[in-house]
């Protein structure tokens, strides 16, 4: 189709995407469908996971990702996705061994808990360590090329996700020198680059729309860059300005041939009114997402769950220009 | 000529009766617990607002992260770690009484310290840069410092009943383990080990590697700075004194949660995670013998309409064609995702109720919107009693 040819990725020009979002507003669904997108016609991508969680094994029905970077899907025109769950305790042993060598001692360390102590500690530590590592996998070459073209990070939730990104101001009080200072500065550099985009998902729920708004705000006082809002499990815009009778139902339902009695057509009634009362409230949430100012992209609610083979309309719907 | 809705219940499950929880003297603490934004902070206002005006009793919820507007409407606007009051009930004849507090996490911690130890060493452990840290920012503070506040209510015997809400947390489970984890840190061993690895060196276990944990206390120190050791030694010494105190309070709260007097109610969404959760959590409420009165499942969806959803879908697909009837065609598609949705969700709380078959249940139904004042917990209040 000539005049629609420009690539539909050309939107999302980041090379590390950071998905957050309120728990449960589908982040790890999210991130693992832009990561396929990101991936099509032959290229690699990166899902990263840093909670512990196992939600990417989960969703692509695997077992547990371990702390190395395996293939979990082939994307379309043969592209890859490689899945990598962060965990911060051999994220620390690793960073030792690069400056320390401690070898078998780092091992028994951690067989007697002081690795997990050590990262337990100073909470922001475990996040250096984390965001450090998915600095290291986004800027990572081999024979000058980047190994991979975007790393997509299922992020902490919205309530957590300042401060997990905010590591300079975090570390700088806890380390005054040292290695761990240096690197998170380079996290802090690239997280406020061009290079970086935080997308939000919510649905249209008070809640995750409130903790949208706050978070929204809240990295803009950071300097970290956003995104888009990616408004998730959308419904088609039924009745959107009918206004249903009874009497029009009873005679809609004869024309069906369906029941026609008291109940059915009351009960029907009810429920088309319940659904414009719904609907007019996630309208009015969806204004207030509206008012960020934010590219805003909507997700359909998929009746049968996410799924590998569901998650590709949640890909399409991700590229498709809106 | 209307076919029944399908139902994912393999057998009738018995009903929770909520008011009999509510009425009954003996019951003196209701803990509502489940995995993350089900519904625990709703579940938990409304119950006590139904204890103080439908059964006269006085009631206090310990609330924690309250959403904002709903907190406002309970007069919970400043967070003074207290309960007051809340004015805007309807108790009647009745006589009860509804107060309700936010938990404050940080003020919790600084009373355990205070109570502790003498104003010397608290004012230097306040002043240290590692418990400011902790006291707010450590994962496990909050629930370890909502069973000290529950102890304290419990201790002060003002109330006939107290409601808890538990903290947001992925697992329900944290609610159970963390107080002990967080006891366990401070009381702990690799705290002292780390910080004078010479003082407990020539226990057995640790000679293995006491060696490369000077190493690794270098390493520590290198990375994280000297300060933040320094400023953990400090708090170490400082608290001393109170090593064993954080292990035993938390015992104690946990005996009272082995106690007849306590019924937990766990609450969950009809959603596979949440479902899965609310299991786990069953089950080591039996494992622990902690008595779990029953499971609120919230924020369900009904319809009153015999249609099946592929046969309103068909009916819906034959309006189009014939034209002339979009309101209802579009209205009959609305409720067929509502019966589809129906059977979806009652096919995930069949996996609870299949493996708890003898656990009592009580269905809430969604509500159009939040609930963020009195009057919308009165709505669930009745919604948790209609059986
Ligand atoms: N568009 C959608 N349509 C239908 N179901 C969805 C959709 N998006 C997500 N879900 C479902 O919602 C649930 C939560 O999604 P997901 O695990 O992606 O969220 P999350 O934000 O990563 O959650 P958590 O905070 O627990 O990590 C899952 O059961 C998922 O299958
Ligand atoms: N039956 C219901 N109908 C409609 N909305 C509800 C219902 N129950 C709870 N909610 C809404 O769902 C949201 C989450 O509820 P609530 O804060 O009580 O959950 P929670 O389990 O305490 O969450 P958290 O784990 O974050 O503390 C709130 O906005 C609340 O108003
Ligand atoms: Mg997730
Ligand atoms: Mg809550």
């Known amino acids: ?322 | 000529m209307t076919e029944p809705v399908r139902s994912g219940y393999a057998r009738p499950v018995p009903s929770l009766d909520v008011d009999r929880i509510l009425a009954d003297p003996n019951v003196r603490i209701v803990v509502c617990c489940g995995s993350g934004g089900v519904g625990k902070t709703t579940t938990a206002a409304a119950l006590a607002l139904r204890a103080a005006e439908r059964h006269g009793r006085r009631t206090v919820v310990l609330t924690i992260d309250p959403a904002r507007r709903l907190a406002q409407s309970l007069g919970l606007t400043e967070l003074d770690n207290t309960p007051r009051q809340v004015k805007e009930i309807d108790a009647g004849e009745a006589g009860g009484e509804l107060h309700a507090m936010m938990l404050d996490m940080k003020r919790t911690f600084d009373e355990v310290v205070l109570t502790h130890t003498d104003p010397v060493r608290a004012a230097e452990i306040f002043a240290n840069p590692f418990y400011q840290a902790m006291s707010s920012t450590f994962s496990g503070t909050q629930e370890y410092m909502a069973m000290e506040k529950l102890g304290q209510l419990h201790a002060r015997g003002e109330w006939d009943l107290i409601v808890v809400d538990t903290p947001p947390s992925r697992s329900a489970l944290d609610f159970l383990d963390a107080p002990a984890r967080l006891a366990r840190f401070l009381d702990g061993r690799m705290l002292r080990l780390l910080l004078a690895p010479a003082r407990a060196g020539g226990r057995s276990m640790f000679t293995l590697v006491t060696a490369s944990f000077n190493v690794f206390t270098k390493v520590v120190q290198k990375i994280i700075g000297a300060q933040l050791l320094t400023d953990l030694s400090g708090f170490v010494a400082a608290l001393d004194s109170m090593f064993g105190g954080f292990r035993q309070r938390a015992e104690q709260t946990y005996r009272i949660l082995q106690a007849r007097e306590t019924a937990f109610l766990l609450v969950a969404a009809p959603e596979p995670d949440a479902v899965r959760e609310a299991a786990f959590f069953a089950r080591r409420l039996s494992e622990e013998r902690m008595p779990l009165a029953g499971l609120v499942l919230n924020r369900v969806h009904h319809t009153a309409v015999d249609l099946s959803a592929e046969r309103t879908l068909a009916a819906a697909a034959e309006l189009d064609e014939l034209g002339g009837h979009e309101a209802t065609a579009e209205a009959l598609r609305v409720h067929a995702a509502l019966a589809q949705q129906t059977a979806r969700e009652q096919s995930v709380a069949a996996v609870f109720t299949d493996a708890f078959p003898g656990v009592p249940t009580v269905e809430v139904t969604a509500q159009p919107a939040d609930i963020h004042d009195v009057d919308g917990l009165r709505t669930v209040g009745d919604a948790l009693s209609r059986r």
């Open chain 1, 1 to 322: 189709m000539p005049g629609s040819e420009q690539d539909p990725r050309a939107a999302w020009p980041a090379r590390l995407h950071v998905v957050t979002g309120k728990g449960g507003t589908g982040k790890t669904s999210v991130a693992a469908a832009l990561a396929l997108g990101l991936a099509a016609g032959g290229r690699r991508t990166l899902l990263v996971e840093v909670e512990g969680r196992q939600g990417i094994a989960e969703l692509f029905e695997t077992e547990p990702l371990p702390y190395e970077e395996r293939r979990i899907a082939t994307a379309a025109g043969g592209g890859e996705v490689r899945a990598l769950a962060v965990d911060a305790e051999l994220a620390l042993l690793e960073y030792l061994d690069l400056f320390y060598k401690l070898g078998a001692a780092g091992r028994a360390l951690r067989k007697v808990g002081a690795i997990d102590f050590a990262t337990t500690i100073a909470p922001g530590m475990r996040d250096v360590l984390l965001t450090g590592k998915v600095k290291e996998a986004t800027t990572r070459t081999a024979e000058g090329r980047r190994v991979y073209h975007a790393v997509v990070l299922d992020a902490p939730p919205t309530g957590r996700i300042g401060r997990f990104l905010n590591v300079t101001a975090e570390t700088a009080r806890l380390a005054k020198m040292g290695p761990i200072k240096t690197q998170s500065e380079g996290v802090a550099a690239l997280l406020r680059s061009p290079m970086t985009s935080v997308h939000v998902v919510t649905l249209l729920e008070e809640m995750p729309v409130q903790e949208t708004v706050d978070a929204i705000n809240e990295l803009t006082a950071l300097g970290i860059p956003i995104g888009k809002l990616i408004v998730n499990a959308t419904r088609p815009p039924l009745l959107a300005d009918a206004r249903v009778t009874q009497a029009e139902l009873r005679r809609g339902l004869a024309a069906a041939g369906l029941p026609t009695e008291r109940g059915v057509v009351a009960g029907l009634h009810a429920e088309a009114k319940a659904h414009q009362t719904r609907r007019a409230l996630e309208e009015s949430l969806r204004l207030d997402l509206a008012e960020l100012g934010r590219p805003m992209v909507e997700l359909p609610l998929l009746p049968e769950g996410v799924d590998r083979a569901s998650l590709d309309k949640l890909t399409a719907a991700l590229l498709t220009p809106q």
